[in-house]
């Protein structure tokens, strides 16, 4: 389902979030959602989603706004608190100067709730929400995860999670890293 369908004020990154659920499961299943890396789609991780639905989990994978990569962007600022800044942006839609821009309405954290909303309305019988806390998700109830500039996103989170799970992540020390020995990152572009 595409995310301007949960929320019209959703204008970028509309390719289909995927939910894949073992309806043998649990009704009351943990939540795992999923960030693809820079550039990635939901649909192309299907098979991983599913291996966590039989697992007894319910999977979603969220499509949002992953370009540029954190790399590209902070690798040129010298201000030390870039990345969080960008991930939270990112995450929240909240940051007044951040690196990055995007509303509120194309934050994760807004597209999941949306989404969950969703879900909710079309499938009742789902309980999608017991996933929510008011206008956030519950996040006790759900593990966060992703691969690459996803990753960095799910290790990213500024609330108690069930859970973090990370493929191939994060590059933020290594751009620090790189700042810190050789003063730019021309190389890295």
Avoid at 18 to 34: K, M, P, Q
Avoid at 117 to 126: K, Y
């Amino acid at each position: 389902m595409r995310p301007s369908i949960a929320d019209p004020a959703v204008r970028d990154f509309d390719d289909p979030h995927l939910v894949v659920v073992n309806r043998r499961a649990s009704d009351h299943a943990t939540l795992a959602i999923f960030l693809p890396s820079m550039g990635g789609r939901p649909e192309n991780v299907l098979c991983l989603l599913s291996v966590i639905a039989s697992q007894g989990y319910r999977a979603i994978g969220l499509e949002y706004n992953d370009t540029s990569a954190v790399v590209r962007v902070c690798v040129r600022d010298p201000d030390p608190q870039c990345a969080g800044e960008f991930r939270r942006e990112r995450i929240f839609g909240d940051v007044e100067y951040a690196p990055v821009s995007n509303s509120l309405k194309e934050s994760i954290v807004h597209r999941l709730v949306m989404l969950l909303r969703h879900l909710d309305r079309v499938d009742p019988g789902g309980d999608w929400r017991q996933y929510l806390a008011g206008d956030e998700p519950a996040w006790p109830k759900i593990v966060v995860s992703g691969l690459s500039q996803g990753a960095g996103m799910a290790a990213s989170k500024r609330r108690p999670v069930a859970r973090v799970v990370l493929f191939s992540s994060p590059w933020d020390f290594y751009v620090l890293q790189w700042q810190w020995r050789y003063g730019s990152a021309s190389e890295l572009n």
